[in-house]
């Protein structure tokens, strides 16, 4: 069973940058899909973006297209999301899936493995 912890979420003021970690461990498959998701007060679980380890092909949603940048180290079990220009909107709680199947996209319905979560909060 692959289990996941987030990491590297805080308070920042409008305009700064925050680099979330997800690590992972007790994986068996040789590649995954990784996702990174987020629920913002009041609202729905809404995608970010994900990346497959077994090509690196990345994909954003559009609020977090110039901004956002996912990226993994395979060597170390993680994979990131790094922030940048964050807005107050940007505010919620971050989450990372992991799946076998690429298929699962900005489906987070679909994915078998998640994390706790870490708060990303952005003041003006």
């Known amino acids: 069973q692959v289990e996941l912890e987030e990491s590297g979420g805080g308070s920042v003021q409008a305009g700064g940058s925050l680099r979330l970690s997800c690590t992972a461990s007790?994986?068996?498959?040789?590649?995954?899909?990784m996702g990174w998701f987020r629920q913002g007060p009041g609202k729905e679980r809404e995608a970010v973006a994900f990346?497959?380890?077994?090509?690196?092909?990345?994909h954003y949603v559009d609020f977090a297209k110039g901004r956002f940048t996912i990226s993994q180290d395979n060597a170390k079990r993680t994979s990131y999301l790094q922030m940048n220009s964050l807005k107050p909107e940007d505010t919620a709680m971050y989450f990372c899936?992991?799946?076998?199947?690429?298929?699962?996209?900005?489906?987070?319905?679909?994915?078998?493995?998640w994390g706790q979560g870490t708060q990303v909060t952005v003041s003006s």
């Open positions: 899936g992991a799946d076998t199947r690429c298929a699962v996209g900005y489906t987070w319905e679909l994915y078998n493995y």
């Open positions: 007790n994986y068996a498959h040789p590649s995954y899909c």
């Open positions: 990346l497959y380890t077994g090509s690196g092909d990345t």
